[in-house]
Each structure stands twice: as C-alpha cells, then as structure tokens.
C-alpha cells in the first residue's frame, strides 16, 4: 500500500469541520434564541412573578392599615395610644416627663 503524501491535511479538514459544526450547532441557535419571542417570554414571566409577589406585599400592608383604621374608629383605647405616643397628648392633671430620647 503507497501512502499520500498529503496525510495530515484530512486531519485538519476533519478539524475545521468540527469546529464548524460546533458553532453550528452551538451558536447559532443560541443567537437565534436570544432574539426570539421565547426569551421575552421567560423575561415577562420573571416580571409577571415579581409583581405578584409585590401586589401580595402591598395586600397585607393595606389589609393592616385597613385593621388598624378600623380599630381607630371603634376603640377608643387605640385611638387614646396613638394619640399619646404620635402627638404626645396627656389627660388633664397627667404630668409628663420628657427625658429626650438618645440623650
């Protein structure tokens, strides 16, 4: 058997394939994917989640500040605890004492 005398070159053809099918086959639907509508798809999704879970934090703030205005027109001693701690009111003949806090 004669051998060619042009043996390496296949070898480097089957390489130059490889690396051409591997960007291929790797890049190309990778870029193809990026611009596609699947991508903003998955991106208004993670958007969709996030709202939702902002929307379930702002419904239990509002269902607390619902509770507690509640609780201000009906109770009186609620409506006596703020008064005192937000505007600082005292009974008539109560004597406060104002220590200055972080003195």
Same mark, same amino acid.
């Given at each position: 058997?004669?051998?060619?005398?042009?043996?390496?070159?296949?070898?480097?053809?089957?390489?130059?394939?490889?690396?051409?099918?591997?960007?291929?086959?790797?890049?190309?639907?990778?870029?193809?994917?990026?611009?596609?509508?699947? %991508? #903003?798809?998955? @991106?208004?999704? =993670?958007?969709?989640?996030? /709202?939702?879970?902002?929307? !379930? +934090?702002?419904?239990?703030?509002?269902?607390?500040? %619902? #509770?507690?205005? @509640?609780?201000? =027109?009906?109770?009186?001693? /609620?409506?006596?605890?703020? !008064? +005192?701690?937000?505007?600082?009111?005292?009974?008539?003949?109560?004597?406060?004492?104002?220590?200055?806090?972080?003195?």
């Amino acid at each position: 058997m004669r051998r060619d005398t042009r043996s390496g070159r296949p070898w480097i053809l089957r390489g130059l394939a490889a690396v051409l099918l591997a960007v291929t086959f790797g890049y190309v639907p990778y870029h193809l994917y990026a611009r596609s509508g699947y %991508a #903003r798809y998955l @991106e208004l999704r =993670r958007d969709l989640t996030a /709202a939702k879970m902002r929307n !379930a +934090r702002l419904r239990a703030e509002n269902e607390r500040l %619902a #509770r507690e205005v @509640e609780a201000l =027109r009906t109770d009186s001693r /609620a409506l006596e605890q703020v !008064a +005192r701690a937000d505007m600082g009111w005292v009974r008539p003949g109560e004597i406060l004492f104002d220590f200055g806090e972080g003195r």
